[in-house]
T-cell receptor, first 114, second 112 residues
């Protein structure tokens, strides 16, 4: 069964550094999402992406964040200048089409900012 | 924006008993309500979902009910088994196309 994949599984970075988290959505899916989950807390929506542009973003997704689909398979989340409070698990998710509602999550990247 | 409240935060049941987790939502425009199961250190996995045009949906031992008037929905797990132990999250979205708003999660513990 196809699954969303993410790399790396764990990323440690120093405050102020840029990080790029990578995701490979399920191959025929058209809608892509990033969520984050701070340890022990709920999953929070960051951004959705369709047809090579952002379709919705939350208040968390400020100018420090950006997303890109650099090729036909990858979907990336960049954090320009990391802060301690960016430490969290970041999940990528994908959805098949506008007629389907189900979102399938990747295994996550644990980001630790020191 | 949408706000989802989930109760209880922890639920402990005897193996074989039923478990019920409840969620309320604030935005009457929400029309899609999925439930995710998350085991420790793993990805959230979609276990069942319901759309606003349906009042109840069942899949083997799990079922979800939706009351649009009261703006609440519930997850029911019957004949609980040890492998049901996990954190369960409810979520809601408007139009089904936007990002999901999650509840805070329920830690379900199945006592042997």
């Amino acid at each position: 069964e196809p699954e969303v994949t993410q790399t790396p599984s764990h990323q440690v970075t120093q405050m102020g550094q840029e990080v790029i988290l990578r995701c490979v959505p399920i191959s025929n899916h058209l809608y892509f999402y990033w969520y984050r989950q701070i340890l022990g807390q709920k999953v929070e929506f960051l951004v959705s992406f369709y047809n090579n542009e952002i379709s919705e973003k939350s208040e968390i997704f400020d100018d420090q964040f950006s997303v890109e689909r650099p090729d036909g398979s990858n979907f990336t989340l960049k954090i320009r200048s990391t802060k301690l409070e960016d430490s969290a698990m970041y999940f990528c998710a994908s959805r098949l089409s506008g007629k389907t509602y189900e979102q399938y999550f990747g295994p996550g990247t644990r980001l630790t900012v020191t | 924006g949408e706000n989802v409240e989930q109760h209880p935060s922890t639920l402990s049941v005897q193996e074989g008993d039923s478990a019920v987790i409840k969620c309320t939502y604030s935005d009457s425009a929400s029309n899609y309500f999925p439930w995710y199961k998350q085991e420790l250190g793993k990805r959230p996995q979609l276990i069942i979902d319901i759309r606003s045009n349906v009042g109840e949906k069942k899949d083997q031992r799990i079922a979800v009910t939706l009351n649009k008037t009261a703006k609440h929905f519930s997850l029911h797990i019957t004949e609980t088994q040890p492998e049901d132990s996990a954190v369960y999250f409810c979520a809601a979205s408007i139009w089904g196309a936007d990002g999901l708003t999650f509840g805070k999660g329920t830690h379900l513990i199945i006592q042997p």
